[in-house]
């Protein structure tokens, strides 16, 4: 069997995997990230969007408060390409209690957090669509953070020092020897290909499968909670700022701006296992009844989708019986295993927050050069990422900008995106992938209102082209990223949406007749592991 050596061997392709190897890389470590799908497909790539300043938590939650504000700082220094410094406000509706409002500001000013009260009528005048009947508004340094545009960053960041980014490379088993993990075990999950990465130090940040990866090291009682949580995508930006309810954090308190769309989020509830959060009916009209008590008329505008993403919540004693996974600290665990279990060369790092995925890689990799004894010096917090160099965050008529150069002599491949067809190319040339939903999270494509309906047939012609696939691999790309797209759009089926699947469906169905176009059971693959790095374009809606 084929085998690896490397200094640093990183599992799972989340945030907070990708900032370990763009720490270790930039600290001079060789490393290896392996990921059993793309990057980004976990928990990373199906939150809320929110860059938070710490507000939600400042009542309830000190540490993850303090831990929110002194990242956020940072990554709008370092990660300032995917932000949108959009501001959050926080407002008592009238199902909140008004004095939570001083609570709040007192917690915010303990915690370091910049806030300010101002009337309701300023607020009105910026957001107009808000709810008339709200009788306090706090500001706050919330922003929307583009969460693949930031894995991509690192991993090009972690690519620039020498590190490799393996994604479908699922572990199957880790490899020790006595009381010392020595890497892993790992399968193209492309090509079938089975190897051993042999690696100095090994670092668990598979998120809600940390347990998993703990047993195969013999290290057992790993308990990170699965908390599900739901978000639907409304078809317009109904809001410009975050904003979230003045509250003890609730269900469907959160409403964020993300390009194009706004998402309401998110609920709280705890799973047995993390893969494939079921969402029902049930929660979807809950979540739109708690839009309205934000945005009146919340129902009126579309729901273009819903999805879940499963927080992995690493158990304390507080929450040990508890169901309500809200309870658990939003703070991260960084696992000692060979304090914890014998185990030797060996870290996992769970729990917290996208916004903390610098802070929490930085103190695993301090406690990795602990172990090995071989001090350095990190540098995330001072050298900026690939693309947020010049400093400027990102904002909406930037694409239009942008684009306006090339538009008259390019197609344009997406309309709700403005993706034309030389920059689809290129990203196809790059990803190396024949897998649409791959492209779809490298630039939004078929994430805007039409969800996919006029550009996916257009982009799966480019791609049987681009990649040299046959008709039949092409098409199974289609169909598969159909039946993708078809499980968030099913929970809302109802009014505007209903009518704008059945179109879709027509054009799909009644005009290319895609269900019964010849397809291999497997998409063609040339073979060749995913180590690749596109410019990526999207954000996570
Ligand atoms: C509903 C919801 C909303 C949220 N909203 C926000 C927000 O607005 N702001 C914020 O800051 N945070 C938010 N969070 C929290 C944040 O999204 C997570 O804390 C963060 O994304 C976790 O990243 P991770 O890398 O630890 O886990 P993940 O992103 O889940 O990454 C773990 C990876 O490990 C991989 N893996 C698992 N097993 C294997 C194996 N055997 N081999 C190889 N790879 C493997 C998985 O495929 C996965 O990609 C939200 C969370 C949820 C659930």
Redesign the pocket.
Known sequence: MASVQTEVLV???????VGVAWDAATRGFQTIL????DL?????G???????SGGRYAVKDRLAAEECIHENFILRRVAADTIEDTGGYFVSTPWDDDAFGDEFLRGCRDCGIPVEEITVAAALEEEPRLNPAISRVFTVPDAAID?WKLVWACARATKEHGGRMLTY???LDIIKDADTVRGAKVRNELTGEEFDIHADFTIN?????AG??ADMAGCPGVEVLA?K?I?IAMNHRLVNTVINRCTMPADGDILVPIRTVSVI??TDIRIKAPDEPEVTRDEVDRMLDDGEKLVPGFRQARALRVW?????LFKDAKAADSGDTRDVSRSHALLDHHQRDGMARFLTI?G????T?RMMAEETVDKMCEQLHDKRDCRTAIDPLPASKDGNFYSLGERLVKREETMHHDQLICECELIQRRKLEDVMAQRNSTILDDIRRSLRLGMGPCQGGFCMYRATGILHNVEQIDNNAANKSLHDFLQERWKGVQPILYGDQLRQARLDDWIFQGLLDVEHLPHNDLAEHDGQPHDDLAEHDGPSA
Request: without cysteine; proline residues 2%.
């Open positions: 599992i799972g392709g989340g945030a907070t995997g392996v990921e059993r799908k980004a497909e976990g928990t990373t199906r939150f809320h969007g929110l860059l938070h969460s490379h699922r572990v940040a598979t998120g809600a499968w998993v990866i908390g949580g978000m989020g998110t879940a993403g499963v927080r992995p769970t917290g927050k996208l916004t995925f």
